[in-house]
């Protein structure tokens, strides 16, 4: 075994002994010293974790926080050197994690911090304007295909998930219903609103290249829908048939 | 637009100073984290390319494992390259160091064994980093708590190889070398001494902590979370007077303090600049 092996082998699990020939001033057996970078990485790693998820963090307060991220990192290590994006699989790893059984928010709390991290750092696009498409000819949208812009992400969730997170930032939330949320970055400020029913199904379909005629739920309030994606400008600039 | 970091002061860039920077002060460069950058759009690059306007910058890489024995993930590299491409910074520099194994990320610098073998797998690391970027590299001296049974190198015999091998340029980081040489219990002024300064196109000045092992021996923990202590800036005072004045970093990723107070120790490293010994 290499010394990278076996130095790397300890360094997220506690459970396992410290790798042997190392050293330290006096030449001693360093195994002690080997808890320094094993220490570094777990609170670098929940820092990482704590500034990407800063509302899980204040709902389930920092303490259980930490001790819920060493879990975490544990099982799910980064896959990328870019911290920007490290806890994508929270979410799903905390709806299988007993202990906050008793917060069914808080995995759609999660996705929407995570949702939210990737419309603020993917790239920069213009968006259409709802004046762009009313200048369209009516005989022309149903085959019109628009496209989401690269900042828009969209999520169900059966909690008051968009309400919950708008009390913990101090802003007025209104309803405490199951709602579809649409985030998009048309400048450098992440917007976002709970979206009526059939949105992000709206959404789906338009990702995939589909046009209107098809994209839209047949039973669904299609001018509610045009009016939240146009309320955080969530589609791109470009449109064919 | 810079083609070079300028032998002053500099402080590690933190988005909370952004606006302090209109009034910079002895502050005449900025050093970012490459894997940081790396990103499609947003308020982060627009950040950057508002000060990569008005000083020059220096990315330095947290992410590549150049010290790791397995091969440099091409991925990363292209997004590095990518975001070099983009930027186009006076500087870019990297760890003697590993931090990914088998897939999964440390986010930390680990150290490695300083050996034939080691040093061949380094240097075709750097060699392929700088064939990728076209440009020549920095890479930096780590701060250890441990050393490895199986070296059979200096760090200062690896480091002076890889110079050799690789025409790569280093880092030194004063404080690495003040803490490696306590908790190895060696002589830092023997170090520098020994260095290859020739190489050195960045200086580094970051605080450390004084923490006991679990042996209750002393150990210094390089925490960039503190003032630069004393005995570095005497080191420093040093080096500075072999090589001249140099770039120099004043590093402080966390507990971060108001900006006035990286800049008074910016200007600290000014005025012991100005007093160093021309080459």
């Known amino acids: 075994m290499s010394d990278f092996v076996g130095f790397a082998a300890a360094l997220t699990t506690p459970d396992l002994p410290r790798p042997t020939a190392l050293f330290d001033a006096a030449s001693r057996g360093a195994s002690n010293r080997y808890d320094i970078y094993r220490n570094n990485i777990a609170v670098s790693l929940t820092d990482a974790l704590a500034a990407n998820f800063p509302v899980v963090r204040d709902l389930v307060g920092p303490e259980f926080f930490s001790a819920m991220a060493r879990e975490f990192l544990r099982e799910n290590p980064p896959r990328l050197p870019i911290m920007a994006f490290y806890g994508d699989d929270l979410a799903g790893w905390l709806a299988a994690f007993p202990p906050v059984a008793g917060l069914p928010y808080l995995p759609g709390i999660a996705r929407l911090e995570a949702l939210r991290r990737h419309a603020t750092h993917s790239a920069d696009a213009a968006s259409l304007d709802a004046s762009q498409l009313a200048e369209i000819p009516p005989e022309r949208l149903a085959t019109l295909r628009l496209h989401p812009h690269p900042s828009a992400r969209w999520m169900i969730d059966p909690q008051p998930v968009l309400a919950i997170w708008k009390r913990h930032n101090g802003q007025p939330a209104a309803t405490d219903q199951a709602c579809e949320i649409l985030l998009c970055r048309p400048a450098m400020t992440v917007l976002q609103i709970a979206a009526p029913a059939g949105t992000c199904a709206t959404m789906d379909a338009l990702a995939a290249g589909l046009p209107l005629q098809d994209a839209l739920p047949a039973r669904a309030d299609h001018s509610a829908i045009f009016a939240a994606i146009f309320a955080v400008s969530a589609l791109s600039q470009g449109t064919n048939t | ?279």
């Open chain 2, 1 to 279: 637009m810079f083609q070079s970091l300028p032998p002053t002061a500099g402080v590690g860039f933190k988005s909370a100073h952004f606006t302090d920077l209109a009034n910079p002060g002895d502050v005449t460069w900025l050093e970012v984290h490459a894997e940081n950058y790396m990103l499609d759009g947003g308020p982060r690059l627009a950040m950057l390319r508002d000060l990569a306007a008005r000083f020059a910058i220096s990315v330095h890489g947290v992410g590549l494992s150049i010290g790791g024995e397995a091969g440099l993930d091409t991925a990363h590299l292209a997004r590095l390259r990518h975001l070099m491409d983009w930027l186009n910074p006076a500087s870019f520099s990297e760890h003697l160091a590993w931090s990914s194994h088998d897939g999964a990320y440390f986010n930390d610098l680990l150290p490695l064994p300083y050996t034939a073998a080691t040093l061949d797998t380094v240097c075709a690391h750097v060699d392929q980093v700088q064939q990728v970027l076209g440009r020549r590299m920095l890479l930096e001296n780590p701060s250890s708590y441990l050393h490895f049974a199986s070296s059979t190198l200096s760090e200062n015999d690896f480091l002076a190889a890889l110079v050799d091998r690789t025409r790569c340029g280093l880092l030194l980081d004063v404080n690495n070398v003040f803490v490696s040489a306590a908790n190895l219990g060696t002589d830092p002024r023997r170090y520098i001494a020994d260095f290859p300064l020739e190489a050195v196109g960045e200086i580094h000045l970051g605080g450390h902590e004084a923490q006991t092992d679990q042996t209750e021996a002393p150990v210094l923990i390089d925490t960039h979370s503190a003032p630069i202590a004393d005995p570095v800036w005497a080191l420093f005072g040093d080096v500075i007077a072999l090589s001249g004045p140099m770039p120099t970093l004043i590093e402080w990723d966390n507990d971060v303090p108001a900006f006035a107070v990286l800049e008074a120790e910016a200007a600290q490293a000014a005025t012991l600049l100005v007093g160093g010994r021309a080459r």
